[in-house]
T-cell receptor, first 115, second 112 residues
């Protein structure tokens, strides 16, 4: 059982480059989200989706785009990478039960460095 | 503005003793609280949760206590084991919504 799969695990970008972080889950979870983890900041929500075709912004959405065309996939796009986007990125998915999330399942993370 | 706070960045405990990790929150709309454990180079994994209608929830060696009036929760690990060494994140979610708000984490080291 794969759970939540993130690719790539590591990436180095030059300032101004674009890239897409991939996230896929095989648990038929309605809710998917992207977090970034920075030292001393914990995990901060970037974008989230409560179902296919529905996305919304989290705490730190600037510089990132998302789309949710299928239940399984929730890619995160950096259109023009900046050094401030150097971070570890985690994708998470939840099952919604009676309108509430239950425990979140996280991917293994993508360590991104922007030089 | 950090709505969930873990004021102790690190904690060291002897094997077999109790580990107590603390978490404070400011948003009175939070009604569901979770603890996650994270090993290096891995994603966080769910550990235990508690609803605001309870003040205690146990799962084996792990117990979470919630004090709503103080907006404080704690995770007790008894007895602590070296394999418990990890970063522990407290998280909270407001009623009717689904986003998780995380604390900054506490690194627990259990000394054999």
């Amino acid at each position: 059982n794969a759970g939540v799969t993130q690719t790539p695990k590591f990436q180095v970008l030059k300032t101004g480059q674009s890239m897409t972080l991939q996230c896929a889950q095989d648990m038929n979870h309605e809710y998917m989200s992207w977090y970034r983890q920075d030292p001393g900041m914990g995990l901060r929500l970037i974008h989230y989706s409560v179902g296919a075709g529905i996305t919304d912004q989290g705490e730190v959405p600037n510089g990132y785009n998302v789309s949710r065309s299928t239940t399984e996939d929730f890619p995160l796009r950096l259109l023009s990478a900046a050094p401030s986007q150097t971070s570890v990125y985690f994708c998470a998915s939840f099952h919604l039960s009676r309108g509430r999330n239950t425990e979140a399942f996280f991917g293994q993370g993508t360590r991104l460095t922007v030089v | 503005d950090q709505q969930v706070k873990q004021n102790s960045p690190s904690l060291s405990v002897q094997e077999g003793r109790i580990s107590i990790l603390n978490c404070d929150y400011t948003n009175s709309m939070f009604d569901y609280f979770l603890w996650y454990k994270k090993y290096p180079a891995e994603g966080p994994t769910f550990l235990i949760s508690i609803s605001s209608i309870k003040d205690k929830n146990e799962d084996g060696r792990f117990t979470v206590f919630l004090n709503k009036s103080a907006k404080h929760l704690s995770l007790h690990i008894v007895p602590s084991q070296p394999g418990d060494s990890a970063v522990y994140f407290c998280a909270a979610t407001p009623g009717g919504a689904n986003n998780l708000f995380f604390g900054t984490g506490t690194r627990l080291t259990v000394i054999p």
